[in-house]
């Protein structure tokens, strides 16, 4: 069963960075990209980019191009997402998300390309002074 | 970058009625498959996929949910609106991945 864990909610201050990391289990961690999916108080979803955690490669959203940064660490297969240059706008849930050829409790490498099935519990970020 | 436009942005409905919800994207995301999903979003929980290639049924997703459309121009239908069904739902193009994927605005749904 593929499970995503997040760290835990941070507060800080305007102008300052947060990173989060996003542990799955349940699949072999180079066979999926990971997302990040920003949620803020009355505001819709928000996708800010994705790592391929094989080579590394990643795409951002223009929206947060220039202060994200994904990382997937492949010796603790753990992905992380860092924002920098934080305002009160910045205040959101952040969550991981990934998708792949997944059932019966196995999950496959594909050609197809799968949405966001998966989904951590998500991160708390206040930005506050 | 593709943008998906969602209407309408809220409805209410009584139990029992059909609700629907269209999604259309600035341009096609048909790549071999309809790449298109759709999510549903209650308050303090993760988002959770319903429907994706446009038609295809999430496992353990009742099948009054249901997914229409090619191209640019979809449709989510709940045939007969259940009390948990209230909630914000989501478009998303996850079209010529790896590109910078996105959702529509999101469509609230209200139980009258």
């Known amino acids: 069963e593929v499970h995503l864990e997040q760290s835990r909610a941070e507060v800080k201050r305007p102008g300052a960075a947060v990173k989060i990391s996003c542990k799955p289990s349940?699949?072999?961690?180079?066979?999926?990209?990971m997302h990040w999916v920003q949620q803020a108080p009355g505001q819709g979803l928000e996708w800010m980019g994705l790592i391929d955690p094989d080579d590394g490669e990643t795409i951002y959203a223009d929206r947060f191009q220039g202060r994200v940064t994904i990382t997937a660490d492949t010796s603790t297969e753990t992905v992380y997402m860092e924002l920098s240059s934080l305002t009160s706008e910045d205040t959101a849930i952040y969550f991981c998300?990934?998708?792949?050829?997944?059932?019966?409790?196995?999950?496959?490498?594909?050609?197809?390309?799968?949405?966001?099935?998966?989904w951590g519990q998500g991160t708390p970020v206040a930005v506050s002074s | 970058d593709i943008v998906m436009t969602q209407s309408p942005d809220s409805l209410a409905l009584s139990l029992g009625e059909r609700a629907t919800i269209n999604c259309k994207s600035s341009q096609s995301v048909f790549s071999n498959k309809n790449l298109l999903a759709w999510y549903q979003v209650k308050p303090g929980q993760p988002p959770k996929l319903l429907i994706y290639w446009a038609s295809t049924r999430e496992s353990g997703v009742p099948d009054r949910f249901s997914g229409s459309g090619s191209g640019t121009d979809f449709t989510l239908t709940i045939s007969s609106l259940q009390a948990e069904d209230a909630a914000v739902y989501y478009c998303q193009q996850f079209y010529d991945s790896p590109s910078p994927w996105t959702f529509g605005q999101g469509t609230k749904v209200e139980i009258k």
């Open positions: 349940g699949y072999t961690f180079t066979d999926f990209h």
């Open positions: 998300a990934t998708g792949g050829d997944c059932t019966g409790g196995s999950c496959f490498r594909s050609h197809d390309v799968y949405p966001l099935r998966f």
